[in-house]
């Protein structure tokens, strides 16, 4: 409690002191926020600078830009080049131009979605693919897709008696003390 005490009394001596120097400086302070800009750019230094940005611009080296009906057409390039994803099912394909923009779009991606990535992709694209890349060729017995995960897909990771015991190899870590150090 005395605690408190004191900590209340510090903080209405600090509001006093500050309410204090605000009343001493009061005019001073409203001169400074009330006093005209010292620093004005004079209007021939405007101009100047106004000129020189427009005889730069007016000056820059342009360069002609291909028109659209001029560029190579992106069939003319070798796709195996471009490409890190399989050629997709012409069936597949028509899903994204059937319908309108958004309905297209949507059906395509839902269709493309369900495929597995070694089926659509070369090679793994992330770092995400490697963890269950080519899974399905290694498994013994393919589990059937579940919607929404509520099946358990690798039985190793869940004990049903729980953590058991240290193997009896196993060693405590070494702990830092000062007759380790002085020994060394």
């Given at each position: 409690m005395?605690?408190?005490?004191v900590w209340t009394?510090c903080?209405?001596?600090?509001?006093f002191?500050?309410l204090?120097?605000?009343?001493r400086?009061e005019k001073?302070?409203?001169?400074?926020?009330n006093?005209?800009?010292?620093?004005?750019?004079p209007?021939?230094a405007?101009?100047d600078?106004?000129?020189?940005r427009?005889a730069?611009f007016q000056?820059?080296?342009?360069k002609?830009?291909k028109?659209l009906?001029e560029?190579?057409?992106?069939?003319?390039v070798?796709?195996?080049?471009?490409n890190?994803?399989q050629?997709v099912?012409?069936?597949?394909l028509?899903?994204?131009?059937?319908g309108?923009?958004?309905?297209?779009?949507?059906?395509?991606?839902s269709?493309?979605?369900?495929?597995?990535p070694?089926?659509?992709y070369?090679?793994p694209?992330?770092s995400?693919f490697?963890?269950?890349?080519?899974?399905?060729?290694?498994?013994?017995?393919?589990t059937?897709?579940?919607?929404?995960?509520?099946?358990?897909v690798?039985?190793?990771?869940?004990r049903r008696?729980?953590?058991g015991?240290d193997?009896?190899?196993?060693?405590?870590?070494?702990k830092l003390?000062?007759m380790?150090c002085?020994s060394?």
């Amino acid at each position: 409690m005395a605690k408190q005490v004191v900590w209340t009394q510090c903080i209405e001596k600090e509001n006093f002191l500050r309410l204090k120097w605000f009343t001493r400086n009061e005019k001073r302070l409203n001169e400074i926020a009330n006093a005209p800009l010292v620093r004005t750019v004079p209007e021939e230094a405007k101009e100047d600078m106004r000129l020189g940005r427009i005889a730069r611009f007016q000056n820059v080296d342009r360069k002609n830009v291909k028109k659209l009906d001029e560029q190579m057409p992106y069939s003319h390039v070798d796709p195996r080049i471009h490409n890190v994803m399989q050629p997709v099912d012409p069936k597949t394909l028509k899903l994204l131009y059937a319908g309108t923009q958004r309905d297209g779009r949507r059906n395509y991606l839902s269709k493309r979605v369900k495929i597995i990535p070694e089926n659509r992709y070369y090679f793994p694209e992330t770092s995400s693919f490697e963890y269950g890349w080519k899974m399905w060729n290694a498994s013994r017995q393919v589990t059937p897709k579940v919607r929404y995960g509520r099946k358990e897909v690798i039985r190793e990771f869940y004990r049903r008696a729980g953590v058991g015991r240290d193997p009896e190899w196993h060693k405590e870590p070494a702990k830092l003390s000062p007759m380790i150090c002085g020994s060394i």
